[in-house]
């Protein structure tokens, strides 16, 4: 890797300003869950909307970081990925803090017995209890719940995007050994191809939300439980096909990422790329507000856009060996460190907010749907869901990283 790094000075394998984004993620998909449980009618609409992207630029994220050592090494800048390393690295990522959280929260009776939107009351611990059905308890550990009607949104609820996250895992070493490791240091055709390849998933992503959207219409249920309720349609919407276009904005910019590395494009200045992204998040707010009441389905692909513009604006300047003051702006050490225990403290947030609603219940902590609550219940779950998932970093997550990078 050190021999590599020398021949190809553009190449560095820390993008300053990632993991701060995976922070501002985190953090928008907790203020949404804990708006949407206490104060859904005092948060406006729109805020809510735009805090559950958080979750879109997870996928597009994802999209990035998993596809750029391949892609670097298809194109020649570094040694081949180690697929065994890749492998073991990635299950070491997902499973052992899982297993740990899903556990931790059966035993404290703050997981969904059965599906959370259909079973489950806002502001509440209803629907939530001690798993203990074996079919239901191996179809969560091993996250394979959010691929059947009957446990899609049981155990802890958001965990669907981990199934979907573990499917992009699974194709990237594919398609890299299929397409791109035979161009090996034709460094335009791969670019070319891996850009043809993220068209392709965001031409997946649209089509299937197209059929999804078209069964919901057909089906006749309300729009939230044909989206994440017990139902075929629901299954479709949460798959990694579903969300195939978010994954493909991420693949994209690691091709430009790449191609930056390269030399290539040097006409284009930081202004530019400025105004090209801030006319990409424009577009964005403007397409979402479109497409939000006639096409919900497609909220998540007009939210992609902006994920990208936020994912070019921190990556552009790593790939050019420049500094940047978005990038350390996005890394400064709060969100950093949110960054760092994101998965974690996305794994822990939804079972402190079923604890907090129990608690809540016996001992007032919070008040109606007002802003004092909506300033006081995401502080509460915010602190409850990092203090763990710190813990948990340092316990679980950080030693098997360990092991996986010994491997």
């Known amino acids: 890797m050190t021999e590599s790094r020398a021949a190809h000075p553009r190449v560095t394998t820390r993008i300053t300003g990632v ?206 439980v044909a989206e994440f309720g017990p139902h075929g349609v629901a299954v479709l919407s949460r798959s990694a096909a579903g969300v195939a276009d978010n994954f493909g904005a991420g693949v994209l910019v690691a091709v430009l990422v790449v191609a930056l590395e390269q030399g290539r494009f040097r006409s284009f200045s930081r202004a530019s790329v400025l105004a090209g992204c801030g006319a990409m998040l424009v577009a964005s707010a403007v397409l979402t507000h479109l497409v939000t009441g006639p096409h919900p389905w497609f909220v998540g692909s007009a939210m992609a856009l902006a994920a990208a513009a936020l994912l070019v604006l921190v990556a552009e300047p790593a790939a050019r060996r420049r500094s940047s003051r978005i990038a350390a702006l996005c890394d400064n050490r709060v969100c950093f460190h949110l960054g760092v225990v994101s998965y974690g403290a996305y794994l822990w947030h939804y079972p402190v907010i079923l604890t907090l609603a129990r608690i809540d219940s016996h001992v007032r902590l919070l008040g109606g749907d007002d802003a004092t609550t909506a300033v006081v219940a995401p502080l509460l779950v915010l602190g409850g869901s990092v203090l763990l998932a710190t813990l948990t970093w340092h316990a679980v997550e950080k030693p098997a990283l360990a092991w996986a990078a010994r491997q």
């Open 19 to 224: 993991t701060g984004l995976r922070g501002l993620a985190l953090l928008g998909v907790v203020l949404a869950h804990t708006w949407v449980n206490w104060t859904p009618r005092t948060v406006p609409a729109p805020v809510l909307q735009v805090m559950a992207g958080g979750l879109v630029l997870f996928f597009a994220l994802s999209g990035l970081v998993i596809t750029l050592p391949f892609l670097r090494a298809a194109a020649g800048e570094t040694p081949p990925v180690d697929l065994r390393r890749y492998a073991a690295r990635r299950l070491a990522r997902i499973y052992p803090a899982y297993v740990v959280v899903f556990l931790l929260s059966d035993a404290a009776a703050a997981v969904y017995l059965g599906n959370a939107v259909t079973t489950g009351v806002p502001g509440t611990a209803t629907g939530a209890g001690r798993m203990t059905d074996p079919g239901d308890l191996a179809a969560n550990l091993l996250l394979v719940h959010s691929l059947f009607p009957a446990t899609l949104q049981t155990g802890i609820n958001p965990s669907w995007s981990l199934t979907a996250e573990l499917c992009f895992y699974l194709v990237v070493p594919l398609v890299s050994a299929l397409v791109l490791q035979r161009m090996a240091r034709q460094a335009e055709r791969v670019l070319r191809r891996a850009a043809f390849l993220g068209a392709a998933l965001l031409l997946l992503g649209w089509v299937t939300r197209l059929v999804a959207e078209h069964w919901w219409r057909a089906s006749g249920l309300p729009s939230v």
